[in-house]
């Protein structure tokens, strides 16, 4: 069964440089979230979309933005990067249904920022 | 708001014995629970969840989960541990109440079964 699709998955930056994180949900999913887990840490919700548009916001930072497009991919776009942005970047879909379905997660991209 | 706690950080088990994740809640409305597994370097993977109905909820790889509204627990368990099973397992929760959609995780406990 397809899987969430982050790309890439690695990804060195050096400070003050520019990332895009690149999502792409499992087909038919409408929902996408981003989330952010520091070494030793549970997954932080950053941001999220349905139907291509915002639906709901935590702690991400006002140097992150995100969109979802008419393919419902979803980029994460950091700028001004520092050095405790380094951090393994989630991207989950989900279908909505109701509330009580689960969400699936990609892989991750591991940022380092030097 | 909504918010979950994972006491330990580590759970230790001999391969064969039973195990016990803990993971209680607080949520204002009836909560909606998950528990993910993540293995080194990877996604978290999904392993079951609790909507409404029947209190023991059974997931993938043979572990459960107890919903219990008096004590806002859902303990995450397995009868027979495996040193496959070691990984770090997140508890969360989406509360319904709110619209929000977006999960909030526990902190993780890290699982470490010996052969």
């Known amino acids: 069964a397809a899987g969430v699709i982050q790309s890439p998955r690695h990804l060195i930056k050096e400070k003050r440089e520019t990332a895009t994180l690149k999502c792409y949900p499992i087909p038919r999913h409408d929902t996408v979230y981003w989330y952010q887990q520091g070494p030793g840490q549970d997954p932080q919700f950053l941001i999220s979309f349905y139907e291509k548009m915002q639906s709901d916001k935590g702690s991400i930072p006002d140097r992150f933005s995100a969109q979802q497009f008419s393919d419902y991919h979803s980029e994460l776009n950091m700028s001004s990067l520092e050095l405790g942005d380094s951090a393994l970047y989630f991207c989950?879909?989900?279908?909505?249904?109701?509330?009580?379905?689960?969400?699936?997660f990609g892989q991750g991209t591991r940022l380092t920022v030097v | 708001a909504q918010s979950v706690a994972q006491p330990e950080d580590q759970v230790n088990v001999a391969e064969g014995n039973p195990l016990t994740v803990k993971c209680t809640y607080s949520?204002?409305?009836?909560?909606?629970l998950f528990w993910y597994v993540q293995y080194p370097n990877r996604g978290l993977q999904f392993l079951l969840k609790y909507i409404t109905g029947d209190n023991l909820v059974k997931g993938s790889y043979g572990f459960e989960a107890e919903f219990n509204k008096s004590q806002t627990s859902f303990h995450l368990k397995k009868p027979s541990a495996l040193v496959s099973d070691s990984a770090l397992y997140f508890c969360?929760?989406?509360?319904?109440?709110?619209?929000?959609?977006?999960?909030?995780f526990g902190s993780g406990t890290r699982l470490q079964v010996q052969p």
């Open positions: 989950a879909s989900r279908q909505i249904g109701g509330l009580n379905t689960e969400a699936f």
């Open positions: 969360a929760v989406r509360d319904p109440g709110t619209g929000r959609r977006a999960l909030t």
């Open positions: 949520v204002s409305g009836n909560p909606y």
